[in-house]
């Protein structure tokens, strides 16, 4: 499958804007994984990695990563070699890559010493276009004399994001990746990251040392990924009905901060006829490889799960990601979020936030490990992901201001869709703050947000009787706002640094900035719940939303053909997707192809999928005609 070395040379040649058609990237592109042109920013990675040069690549998740380095592995002469942390998703990987006709192969701990052998032996053959590898193989000696014995086309460099310390997916391993251009000078590397932040792109290019790499940073926008962030009452109910209405049938994952949630929300689900699984640290390993490789081979699975899961699950038909809780940043959140909708279709990021979940990040942050700088750090983050929580305007345009990128309104967020009505919660933050104050003045005393708004309400609860704070000149004073409503101010105030938590208990403080509220005129605009939440906005479909955009008369096609593939997948012992895309079969469906060659024009049908499933997929079009 390796290209002969004239191709490099074509490639090399070929100007990239006169007769690229021709160009042998775009060749591989076509024949090997079916595309008919490169997306974004991927020609000119791909030519410029084909020609010898290093690069870092900045896209979002689904942007298309993967073949900036399979490409150039398929066009240059001997090995791509590719270093990722994701030992438990090579085998897939690989398996995808066979599917298109690719030779791949991958070394790591979970491998018998003698099918580590038979690897060995096919790289030093080069029998090999790509070879996945843990980075801490490459530290061992014995890996290095074993490069040294074949031929290495490129290092690519996966997840790159994970040699940064301050990042969220930090692996020691990683730092010992500067030995690649030590050792190996001549050899292009190219190191991609979906991680956006300036802060650890910085540390990329210094850690790997790319200071003369070229850089490529696409948009971090995923235009078909619709953001909501509603408030959190009764969240296993709100998940049920947001799957119901909105998601039946389809993949999705459900993020929880801790095991114990996760495996009650599993059971709730399944409870209520949603086939979900539980994924987190505490089950062993057999089940958690289990209910991973369920999740990857099933149609329309769910996964409960901590943060522990999904980095590198490149699942392209993840429809939602679900938040119970509220992530710890807003890279986090975006990261996580970006799992859905690889496609490029339509998918949801929906979640649940609540006062108590910043009372408890906020717990975990004092009890961190690490010094008091470590801890602004982790403040700074969870403040901008409480921005972004109560932000009056279109959520995407902050999310993308946080990675630097400006942008218009979306259209596609529940702030766009419904726009929160904004009061003057002026006079409310006063009282409120001024609960807290008279509390921590006159009796030296600090309570939770629950107390303090009971206060204002003026409720007779039993700390009340114990402490007299009925006799607090602001008791009482709240009864125009309802419970829910002065949660909702807490929050703000939270958000906007206008009020402070602390401690095991979430007792609230005053900040510096209380003090412009409470005696400086300091207005204090607040958002005004949507009645009911935002609900789904795209038009009104029925059943799996993959199918939503088809014309009605092509759907039962399309299910034929996912039943087909389904059948196939479990024949072979492969996720479904391995064996098309939806979106292929979405296209096969619309435009039912009445030939090999019509069918081989077909976006993802390359050479090797044509021969090997063309027949089979003609024979469904015919039947179902
Ligand atoms: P990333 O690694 O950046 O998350 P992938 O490499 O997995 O993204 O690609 C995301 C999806 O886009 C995959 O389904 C892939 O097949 C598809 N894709 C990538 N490049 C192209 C292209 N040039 N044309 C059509 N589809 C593409
Ligand atoms: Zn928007």
């Known amino acids: 499958m390796t290209p002969p070395d004239d191709f490099a040379a ?100 979970s491998q018998y010493p003698d099918e580590r052998r038979a690897v060995e032996a096919q790289f030093v053959a080069g029998e090999l276009d790509l070879l996945y590898m843990a980075p801490e193989r490459l530290r061992l000696e014995s890996t290095a004399r074993l490069l040294d014995q074949g031929k290495v086309a490129l290092f690519a460099i996966d997840e790159a994001h994970c040699v940064s310390q301050w990042g969220h997916d930090f692996r020691p391993d990683y730092l010992g990746l500067s030995v690649l251009h030590e050792r190996w000078p001549d050899v292009p590397r190219i190191a991609l990251t979906a991680t956006a932040t300036e802060k650890t792109r910085d540390e990329i290019i210094q850690r790997l040392d790319l200071g003369s790499a070229r850089r490529f940073v696409a948009s971090f926008d995923r235009p078909n990924i619709q953001y909501r962030i509603e408030p959190k009452n009764r969240p296993d109910r709100q998940l049920l009905d947001f799957i119901r209405s909105e998601h039946s049938g389809d993949a999705g994952i459900v993020y929880c901060l801790s095991r114990n949630s996760v495996d009650k929300t599993a059971a709730f689900l399944s409870e209520n006829g949603i086939t979900a699984v539980p994924y987190h640290a505490g089950l062993d390993n057999g089940t958690r490889a289990a209910n991973q490789s369920r999740f990857l081979r099933e149609d329309g699975l769910v996964v409960v799960a901590t943060i522990a899961f999904g980095m590198g699950i490149d699942k392209p038909d993840v429809r939602f990601v679900a938040h119970l809780d509220l992530p710890k940043s807003v890279e986090g959140y975006y990261q996580e979020t970006g799992r859905a909708g690889r496609d490029g279709l339509p998918s949801t990021a929906w979640m649940v936030y609540g006062l108590n979940d910043v009372v408890q990040q906020r717990k975990l942050i004092d009890s961190s490990e690490g010094d008091a700088a470590h801890r602004r750090q982790l403040q700074l983050h969870l403040d901008a992901m409480l921005a972004l929580c109560e932000t009056v305007s279109c959520r995407r345009t902050q999310l993308l201001a946080y990675f630097g990128q400006p942008g218009l309104p979306c259209g596609n967020c529940d702030t766009c869709l419904t726009p929160p009505q904004s009061w003057d919660g002026t006079v409310a933050a006063q009282k409120l703050l001024s609960a807290v104050l008279r509390l921590e003045r006159e009796r030296g005393q600090r309570f939770g947000a629950g107390h303090i708004v009971d206060i204002l309400l003026g409720k007779q609860n039993p700390k009340v009787q114990q402490y007299g704070h009925h006799e607090l000149k602001v008791f009482g004073i709240g009864t125009d706002l309802r419970d829910g409503e002065w949660r909702s101010v807490v929050r703000q105030l939270l958000a906007g640094g206008l009020l402070a938590v602390h401690g095991d208990y979430g007792v609230l403080t005053l900040t510096e900035a209380s003090s412009e509220v409470l005696f400086d005129g300091r207005r204090v605009p607040l958002r005004r719940e949507p009645e009911r939440a935002a609900k789904p906005v795209r038009a009104a479909k029925a059943g799996k939303s993959v199918a939503a955009d088809l014309a009605p008369v092509d759907v039962p096609m399309f299910e034929k053909l996912r039943e087909w593939r389904a059948a196939t997948a479990k024949e072979q012992g492969v996720p479904a997707y391995v064996v098309f895309h939806d979106a292929t079969l979405r296209e096969i469906a619309a435009r039912k192809p009445a030939s090999l060659a019509d069918l081989g024009s077909v976006g993802g049908v390359g050479e090797n999928k044509l021969a090997k499933y063309g027949e089979q997929v003609l024979e469904v079009l015919t039947a179902g005609r």
């Open 10 to 109: 074509l490639a090399l040649d070929d100007d990239p804007g006169v007769g690229a058609e021709s160009s042998a990237a775009q060749q591989v592109l076509r024949r090997v994984f079916g595309y008919d042109s490169f997306r974004g920013d991927q020609r000119e990675i791909v030519e410029h990695v084909v020609g010898g040069g290093d690069a870092l690549v900045l896209m979002p998740t689904g942007g298309g990563k993967s073949l900036c380095y399979q490409v150039p592995a398929l066009v240059r002469p001997g090995v791509g070699v590719v270093v990722s942390p994701l030992i438990a998703l090579m085998q897939d990987q690989v398996d995808a890559l066979s599917a298109l006709g690719v030779r791949a192969g991958f070394l790591n701990s």
